[in-house]
């Protein structure tokens, strides 16, 4: 049976790795394929596709960040990305992380796992950037998006390592949803941070993946509000890996430093329901 601390070396011995890699959502992948086939690929399209994932989201940040460019502002929105490498850079980035896909686990229980966590990603990405376009911080909508769907990239983390313990030790237990997210919820957070700071991500994004759950933080970082809020939200209507319908997002913290009002949390949840109504 594996313990906390085999699944904790493990992820320890990936952040010390000097190339590994995380899973590509499927859909996002043929999104940036259907792109990068044509004989002049759109830059703005492309970018479009690359940000309706969270791991090729930060592998193209992380390339733009990469060691050469220290010394010069870090690059936290993907179109400076395009402007700093070039769009065949970015290109084959992109590639070289979907056609990683190959080494990825076969387990329908780990693919329907990675398949709820895009889909909260992706929600809680369009919840905090329609947070702050409502409380008229129009100047954080690109973080805001980004920051929302990078926040649970610990969990992709996590996942890989139970696996790889799993594939190692056939006598472990069978992995379960409860095991998976006790896992997750103990180790997503920290592990989250350490990554993007691997990567070389603006720090923005690293404070937000490890404080999005902590019980006293910042209430002046508008951006980590806003994740928190979108997370909780997400929850509250089941998507992602789990539901909470007790959760009171009009009592909530978060609600009471943006000033939202009943009627614009209602709001709210209709709008992510739109939208995951529109993507899935």
């Not at 313990?3 to 499927?26: C, G, M, T």
């Not at 376009?133 to 769907?149: D, Q």
């Not at 056939?170 to 691997?198: N, P, Q």
């Not at 603006?202 to 997370?231: F, G, K, M």
């Amino acid at each position: 049976m594996f313990e906390i601390s085999s699944i904790d070396e493990r992820i320890q011995e990936y952040l010390e790795e000097p190339a590994w890699n995380l899973p590509v959502f499927d859909r996002g992948a043929r999104l940036v394929q259907q792109e990068a086939s044509k004989p002049n690929p759109n830059a703005e399209k492309l970018t479009q596709c690359i940000l309706q994932d969270q791991v090729l989201t930060a592998e193209v940040l992380s390339l733009a960040n990469a060691p050469f460019f220290h010394g010069i502002k870090k690059v936290e929105h993907i179109q400076e990305v395009v402007a700093r490498v070039g769009l065949r850079g970015v290109l084959d980035c992109v590639m070289a992380a979907i056609h990683r896909k190959a080494s990825n686990t076969k387990s329908s229980f780990v693919q329907q796992y990675m398949t709820n966590l895009w889909k909260h990603s992706a929600a809680c990405a369009y919840g905090a950037q329609w947070l702050v376009r409502r409380c008229g911080w129009e100047e954080l909508i690109v973080e805001a998006y980004i920051a929302g769907l990078l926040h649970d990239v610990g969990k992709l983390l996590v996942l890989k390592a139970i696996i790889s313990v799993m594939e190692k030790d056939k006598d472990t237990i069978r992995l379960t949803k409860i095991v998976a997210d006790e896992f997750l919820d103990a180790l997503h957070t920290e592990y989250g941070a350490r990554l993007l700071r691997k990567w070389n991500l603006p720090e923005i994004y690293c404070e937000i993946c490890q404080e999005h759950h902590q019980a006293r933080y910042d209430t002046s970082n508008i951006l980590l509000v806003a994740v928190r809020l979108a997370n909780s939200a997400c929850s509250k209507l089941g998507f992602g890996v789990r539901e909470d319908r007790e959760i009171q997002l009009e009592t909530s913290l978060e609600a009471s430093v943006l000033g939202l009002s009943d009627i614009t949390l209602a709001e709210l949840e209709i709008a992510l329901e739109d939208y995951i109504a529109r993507n899935t």
